[in-house]
């Protein structure tokens, strides 16, 4: 993360492009979503801890290459964005091959509680980064950043191979019985197919991202409309959303719904009506106030889903389903970014806030009605 803010941020303030800002988030994103097609199956087939370091280690490798290329003076921006490119291409492959490693080296019962302190974990990396990240920009070269990469690419994959022992995937097939890589994406497809809740699932979970999106990506135009550009509201509003997320996860780890569904559909209503808050409030203090309500929530819908698919589907196929899941949240808020965002020049910003928030809301509503989701998400 604090290389990819170093890229972005060096990005900006070298071209002042909304161009090239766009660009950025094409490559940061759609290799993400091209290589989770192929993750899955591969994360389904071969051993999970394999799969993992050599993800970590294809990253690190390409931050490699890419610091000798800024310290010998190719400083060029068409060779960040191949960097984001490639290193987004690794994501792909990582993000579904770790979420069905948890299964294997986590107690079933442990599940919702690790999950929430991961959840716990990803805001803290998202208030650190663009600080650290910032911190070492003003005082090396962007060569030396991309090194740190390396750096934490080589501890992961020494706590990774030597720290942590992970068992066969139960059900996974020899290599010598193992379909065509084609054959097994089909396979894949046809046992999403064939579990109706995990249509269910897929279907919410896209028009989620797609409703999110503006809350998540629109909420500082919205604040320098209403409030004024000052630099500490913007912040405020990055800090009070991740802080919520932090003490969700830790609430998460520590007491939810037993019921699966049940959580999913209790926190999307409430932060839905949070959402649909920040479209009609006229005071920066309950703004915040919805922010951080929101971000507990929105664990709330996070972490249960996360062990729902982990307890339901079967391990054979954990890798290929996270990979959808994956493609869900690499291409779903972009796409709702791409028409909200010219859609926010023309209609108040306030009314799509709130009418993504009341969106929100009829999705909590469906998981909360759906018997085929209430029983895939009993324990």
Not at 155 to 178: D, N
């Amino acid at each position: 993360m604090i290389v990819q803010y170093a890229i972005m941020w060096h990005l900006v303030i070298e071209t002042g492009s909304g161009v090239m800002m766009t660009l950025y988030v094409v490559v940061g994103l759609l290799p993400t979503f091209v290589s989770s097609i192929f993750g899955g199956v591969l994360a389904d087939r071969y051993n999970k801890k394999l799969l993992i370091n050599l993800s970590d280690g294809g990253i690190g490798l390409v931050s490699l290459l890419f610091a000798i290329f800024l310290f010998a003076g190719h400083d060029s921006i068409a060779l960040l964005l191949v960097a984001a490119g490639l290193r987004a291409l690794g994501q792909g492959v990582q993000q579904p091959t770790v979420g069905s490693l948890f299964p294997l080296i986590v107690p079933e019962e442990k599940l919702m509680k690790v999950n929430g302190l991961n959840s716990s974990l990803q805001p803290m990396i998202y208030i650190a980064s663009p600080i650290i990240s910032a911190s070492l920009m003003g005082a090396v070269p962007l060569g030396v950043l991309f090194l740190v990469d390396v750096g934490t690419a080589l501890a992961a994959i020494s706590i990774l191979q030597f720290l942590v022992k992970v068992p066969p995937t139960p059900g996974a097939k020899p290599a010598a019985e193992r379909n065509s890589y084609f054959k097994d994406l089909v396979e894949g497809l046809r046992y999403i197919r064939s579990q109706r809740y995990l249509l269910l699932l897929i279907v919410l979970a896209t028009l989620f991202a797609l409703a999110i999106s503006p809350a998540a990506c629109l909420s500082p135009l919205q604040v320098t409309r209403n409030w004024g550009p000052e630099l500490w509201r913007l912040t405020a509003i990055e800090i009070v959303w991740a802080g919520g997320m932090v003490i969700g996860g830790i609430f998460v780890s520590v007491w939810s719904f037993r019921n699966r569904t049940t959580s999913i559909g209790i926190s999307s209503v409430v932060l839905g009506i949070m959402i649909g808050m920040l479209g009609v409030l006229n005071d920066f203090g309950p703004y915040l106030a919805c922010m951080a309500v929101g971000g507990i929530v929105q664990i709330y819908s996070q972490a249960p889903s996360m062990t729902l698919l982990q307890e339901k589907v079967a391990p054979e196929f954990l890798g290929r389903v996270m990979s959808v899941f994956t493609m869900i949240g690499s291409l779903a808020m972009p796409v709702g970014i791409m028409f909200l965002g010219p859609l926010a020049d023309v209609v108040d910003i306030n009314h799509i806030v709130l009418g993504t928030g009341v969106m929100i809301v009829i999705l909590g509503v469906l998981y909360l009605s759906s018997r085929t989701l209430r029983k895939a998400g009993t324990p």
